[in-house]
């Protein structure tokens, strides 16, 4: 049921011939013959300065609202409130199918570079020593081939240490997805 509107000075209610009534900024509806009987900008209730606002069809939809009932106000604001929502999940959607399609290219080139690591992996056979014994020529450190690898000598600076290239492990990289990402 809508507010029923009444004067707020001398209680009238809507009739015919109904005289029109304004809304004042700070609140109050007024006739228009109490308005007339009043000061010009100032409300007849709380003698504050104000303006007025006569009421129509016309009105403003935000200002015909405070007139409404609870129920058609509910049902008006439940609709709009419906079309907000499905615009945003509608977007939501298609930004998450955005990062998942962005997520998936990434798992796949994932995918392609650890096959080319375990294919490059596989190439590398393990290292090979090669001693060759000592003369008496040979006694400088920096002379001595220490080991051989794709067909390039390495030399060791310090012989009773390993260089890095014999120190270095393969590195092992898990292909299966991690348990955070949703596949």
């Given at each position: ?16 011939p ?113 001693q ?7 006694r400088?450190?920096?002379?001595i ?26 590195m ?12």
């Amino acid at each position: 049921m809508a507010v029923s509107v009444f004067c707020n000075v001398c209680f009238c209610e809507p009739h015919k011939p109904t005289p029109r009534f304004s809304l004042t900024s700070c609140g109050h509806v007024i006739c228009e013959i109490c308005l007339q009987k009043g000061k010009k900008d100032e409300c007849l209730i709380c003698r504050t300065p104000c303006r007025t606002l006569f009421l129509s069809k016309q009105t403003n939809p935000d200002i015909q609202s405070l007139f409404m009932g609870i129920d058609t106000l509910c049902k008006k604001y439940s609709k709009e409130i419906t079309q907000v929502s499905e615009f945003q999940e509608k977007h939501r959607k298609h930004l998450l199918a955005y990062h998942r399609q962005k997520t998936a290219k990434l798992e796949e080139s994932l995918k392609k570079v650890t096959e080319q690591i375990r294919q490059i992996q596989r190439m590398n056979t393990p290292e090979q020593t090669t001693q060759l014994p000592l003369s008496s020529t040979s006694r400088n450190p920096l002379s001595i081939p220490s080991r051989r690898q794709n067909g390039y000598s390495s030399y060791s600076l310090h012989p009773g240490r390993p260089s890095t290239s014999e120190i270095m492990e393969p590195m092992e990289v898990d292909p299966a997805p991690s348990p955070m990402r949703k596949v």
